[in-house]
Structure formats: C-alpha cells, structure tokens
C-alpha cells in the first residue's frame, strides 16, 4: 500500500526496534485514524530525523521531552505488541514516504491550526 499525493524522500537505516518504536507512536498518535493518517505521523517523525534540529534517531525524537507522548506509554503499546498497520505505516515512512509536505508537527483538527488535513490531525 503506497500513500496517495505523497513526496518520497531518502530512506533512513533503521533497525527493528526503531521502526517498532515509530510503530508504537503511531498507534498512540494515529491509531483510529486512516492509513494516510498514520502514515503522517510517522512521517513527522521522519522529518526531524532528518531536519537536524531534532535528535538523529527516531528513538531521539520519539522519546524526547514534552514532544508526543510518554515513553511510558510508547512502551506499553511495544508490550502489548503494535498493530499491523501501524508497523506498515511507520516502515512506509522510514522508507521516505512523506505525505505532510515536510511538516514536522501535529496537532488534532480541532485546534484550529492551518496546515495539510489529513484525517482529524492537521500537520504544519
């Protein structure tokens, strides 16, 4: 499955239990929301991988402070095991699907922020 409307950038090296850790996120963050949804949260992720001012690992950017959700949390869902379609969409995004346009935050729809909609998140 290769998301609609998405740019594709370079693909980043990941081990299993960085791209289980981007799966679990995006359980948390995107779970009932659609593919392309879940896909964008990864690819959030992905862009502060890449971007620098961010930490360089996806573990770096998913576990730091204040950022998305705790690692507690993120742990947790790891335990339980992540669904199929959250590990499909987070080794999408490793593998350089970006459908956000480069954004590298989030928030729901309902905060009023301006940006790409997809789903009930908006993306800037």
Do not use: W
Request: glycine content about 14%; overall charge neutral.
């Amino acid at each position: 499955q290769q998301s609609k409307g998405a740019n594709k950038k370079e693909a980043v090296a990941a081990s299993a239990d960085e791209t289980t850790v981007l799966g679990a996120l995006i359980q948390l963050e995107a779970g009932s929301e659609c593919y392309e949804g879940k896909v964008a949260v990864g690819a959030v992720v992905m862009n502060r991988v890449r971007s620098g001012s961010y930490p360089n690992s996806i573990s770096g950017v998913v576990y730091q402070g204040g950022q998305f959700t705790t690692a507690a949390s993120v742990n947790g869902v790891i335990a339980n095991g992540v669904s199929g379609s959250c590990m499909q969409a987070a080794q999408e995004a490793i593998n350089g699907t970006d459908n956000t346009n480069g954004c590298v935050s989030f928030r729901r729809v309902s905060s009023g922020r301006a940006g790409v909609v997809i789903g009930n998140h908006v993306f800037f």
